[in-house]
């Protein structure tokens, strides 16, 4: 049972394009939403989150949007750079008995290219 | 500070075989996880140790066990690997409470033939 569903699994996008990862939830008891960014090789790294008493959150070039109503959630990253090209995970908080779980989606691989 | 830090970083076994692997953090964190990622299915989680002497089964617990040694490291064990086990292993830690990112380490690459 996927608890985060992800969208698309992979995309493609030009240099200077925005790129757009959608996520969505069920959970009601997740109550916090982080990006991780993960380069082939490595181990994924905090890119941006979000509490959802908050409906935009902006760093830079890259944009959470949060959607309490429709669970949903989205990462936008502006002017899209090769650099960019990694996978990106959406993930979503509960805490159990004092203790933060978190659940993952399945991932977007994104090329930018030149 | 080396942060989190996975030993091995590849490992092929043969199907019956076992292995620990190792994961250590010098942050001090409280909390400890390991995760499998496999292509389309994202990172799910194993087991995780809220706190030195805790653990707690995860999202896919079955055919590991795990140990946390000391507050810096934790280890998952494959008693008997399966095929079904190659994937490839991260552990992360956190300091445990309130909001606070997970630092995952470089991932161990597992094949099980």
């Known amino acids: 049972q996927q608890q985060v569903k992800q969208s698309p699994q992979s995309l493609i996008v030009q240099k200077g394009g925005i790129s757009i990862i959608n996520c969505a939830y069920e959970?009601?008891?997740?109550?916090?939403f982080p990006w991780y960014q993960q380069f082939p090789g490595k181990g994924p790294a905090l890119l941006i989150a979000?509490?959802?008493?908050?409906s935009e959150k902006k760093e830079g070039r890259f944009t959470i949007s949060f959607n309490k109503s429709a669970k949903q959630f989205s990462l936008h990253i502006m002017d899209s750079q090769p650099g960019d090209s990694a996978t990106y995970f959406c993930?979503?908080?509960?805490?159990?008995?004092?203790?933060?779980?978190?659940?993952f989606g399945t991932g977007t691989k994104l090329q930018v290219i030149p | 500070n080396a942060g989190v830090t996975q030993t091995p970083k590849f490992q092929v076994l043969k199907t019956g075989q076992s292995m620990t692997l190792q994961c250590a953090q010098d942050?001090?964190?409280?909390?400890m996880y390991w995760y499998r990622q496999d292509p389309g299915m994202g990172l799910r989680l194993i087991y995780y140790?809220?706190?030195?002497?805790?653990?707690d089964k995860g999202e896919v617990p079955n055919g590991y066990n795990v140990s946390r040694l000391n507050k810096r490291e934790f280890s998952l064990r494959l008693e008997s690997a399966a095929p079904s086990q190659t994937s490839v292993y991260f552990c992360?830690?956190?300091?445990?409470?309130?909001?606070?990112?997970?630092?995952f380490g470089p991932g161990t690459r597992l094949t099980v033939t």
């Open positions: 959970n009601t008891a997740f109550d916090y």
């Open positions: 140790s809220a706190s030195e002497g805790t653990t």
């Open positions: 942050m001090n964190h409280n909390s």
């Open positions: 979000i509490r959802p008493d908050v």
């Open positions: 993930a979503a908080r509960s805490v159990i008995r004092g203790y933060q779980k978190v659940t």
């Open positions: 992360a830690s956190n300091t445990g409470t309130g909001w606070y990112e997970q630092y």
